[in-house]
């Protein structure tokens, strides 16, 4: 059982090395602190890998004390499905990104593929969907000779402007009991936001590898889970090394620590069977504490067990869901 897994995440490197020398401009994709709970948003091949119809969202206040600090709020859900006999899954999410003049929405669907190898199973997974950006901006030009007003210069947009693009993603999600590996990329079409200014975006693509396990201590009553969740973009990556400590399959709480960026405490509970809440901090390590209160998230989570061969369980362990 440990070989298949070895060559998974041997594979899984190198494959995330190939895509680092790929890529040579950036567009950064908002970021979350309870990533483990962020999968659907940014692999499809995670879509139904928990035998579970799940839903969940997720809201941050990324640097609060800032006017026009980024605010985001990510919808998904996901669900097993086995169309025509084939084991599948399927997800929907739905990102509302916002920070300063910028406002985007994106909306995807995902499928995965899912197949058993080893001890788990892997889901090969597609996603598709468009993304809406919408600048809004409010000038505050000088009133001198030396200044144009935005209306007299093409390349400052004057009042609101919205283009819209397709976009797609793929990804793979392997999964055990205990284990997990994904390795995923978003906007891999590179689309071009076009606003009908001389101003374009363009989006460029982003290379996301997450794993996990969880240790069974030896006080029965308590789990630990570490996990790893990396993000590049071609100019600059996010890592964040995670341990959550889990409490009678019920309560959770951990510690994350991003690279270069900020140490983060988090914790939640089960409330009822299915329904999680989540709450995480992060105190910002970098120059830009000295101007912020830190960023806060807040997470609701419902999972379902689906299927004519469901058992009912009042808790269930806490599982990247």
């Not at 055990?176 to 590996?181: E, P, S, V």
């Not at 606003?195 to 290379?207: E, P, Q």
């Not at 120059?287 to 689906?306: H, P, Q, R, T, W």
């Amino acid at each position: 059982m440990r070989r298949p897994l070895l060559n998974i995440f041997k594979l899984l490197i190198v494959l995330l090395g190939v895509c680092w020398s790929f890529s040579t401009m950036a567009q950064q994709d908002p970021q979350f602190s309870m990533n483990m709970f962020s999968n659907t948003g940014i692999n499809p091949g995670y879509s139904g890998s928990q035998g579970l119809l799940n839903a969940s969202v997720i809201n941050r206040q990324q640097w609060m004390g800032f006017e026009g600090n980024p605010k985001t709020t990510l919808f998904s859900v996901h669900t097993p499905v086995k169309p025509f006999g084939i084991s599948s899954g399927v997800g929907l999410s739905i990102l509302d990104d916002r920070l300063g003049f910028e406002q985007n929405m994106a909306l995807n669907l995902s499928y995965a593929y899912r197949l058993s190898i080893g001890a788990g199973n892997l889901g090969i997974g597609i996603s598709g969907g468009l993304l809406n950006k919408t600048l809004k901006g409010e000038w505050s030009i000088p009133d001198s000779d030396f200044h144009a007003s935005a209306g007299q210069d093409p390349a400052i947009p004057d009042g609101e402007e919205v283009g819209i693009a397709f976009d797609m993603g793929v990804g793979l999600f392997y999964n055990t009991d205990d284990f997990y590996a994904g390795l995923s990329t978003t906007h891999l079409l590179q689309p071009t936001i076009d606003y009908g200014l001389s101003a374009v975006t363009d989006m460029k693509r982003h290379y996301y590898l997450t794993f996990g396990y969880n240790y069974n201590l030896p006080n029965p009553i308590l789990e630990l889970q570490p996990s790893v969740f990396a993000k590049y973009d071609g100019a600059s990556m996010q890592f964040d090394v995670n341990a959550m400590v889990i409490y009678n399959k019920r309560f959770w709480g951990g510690v994350s620590y991003r690279l270069r960026d900020a140490v983060v405490i988090m914790a939640g509970t089960e409330l009822t069977n299915g329904m999680q809440v989540g709450i995480a901090y992060d105190f910002t390590t970098s120059a830009i504490a000295a101007y912020s209160n830190g960023s806060v998230e807040f997470m609701i989570s419902y999972s379902l067990e689906v299927g004519a061969d469901k058992t009912s369980r009042k808790y269930r362990s806490i599982r990247f869901l």
